[in-house]
């Protein structure tokens, strides 16, 4: 595959992200289809090591893609690293994807940032396009069975409050099992 042809997805969601923030986010999956099956993926952290949704069986997963040019990602962000925080405890794990082909792009947004939520890096574009990314930035709550539950794609302040009330029904199911 040419670097062109493998990069066609990421710039298709440019295209889209950049009419994120003026359309409504996503309705959740939930509200109107069954859930489905999250797809295996994997994305190599900071230090370059491959990290799997697999590692989190077992607990919520709050899957979000992001890149340094998108606007909306630039809020998003911090919300979801405080919603890592808060509720890292009780059972959420947030995995943060970042989509950027150029390193220095998605290094230069993360510069002074200290996040607590696992971030990964996917400058192939592979993972958007499993989880069939429409725009950014594109967020799927998981399940502790693995299976997607919620999707928002954009980020308002309604967001914000779906996000906390979707996590709350999803660790609010088999809480006993909570994996550490």
Do not use: Y
Request: with cysteine; aromatic share 8%.
């Amino acid at each position: 595959m040419t670097r062109s042809s493998s990069t066609a997805p990421i710039r298709a969601l440019l295209a889209v992200s950049l009419l994120a923030p003026l359309s409504p986010p996503s309705a959740s999956p939930s509200d109107s289809l069954k859930a489905l099956p999250a797809p295996a993926i994997s994305a190599k952290d900071r230090e370059g090591h491959a990290r799997s949704l697999s590692e989190f069986k077992g607990r919520v997963v709050l899957v979000d893609f992001w890149a340094s040019w998108c606007a909306p990602c630039k809020v998003s962000f911090p919300e979801l690293d405080a919603l890592h925080e808060e509720f890292h405890d009780a059972g959420l794990e947030v995995v943060a994807i970042n989509v950027d082909e150029d390193a220095k792009s998605a290094r230069a947004f993360l510069a002074g940032k200290s996040p607590s939520m696992t971030v990964l890096f996917d400058p192939q574009g592979r993972t958007p396009e499993a989880f069939k990314v429409e725009g950014m930035p594109s967020s799927f709550l998981i399940d502790r069975e693995g299976n997607i539950r919620f999707r928002h794609m954009g980020f308002t302040a309604q967001t914000r409050s779906d996000f906390r009330r979707e996590i709350g029904i999803l660790l609010g199911e088999g809480s006993t099992h909570v994996q550490q």
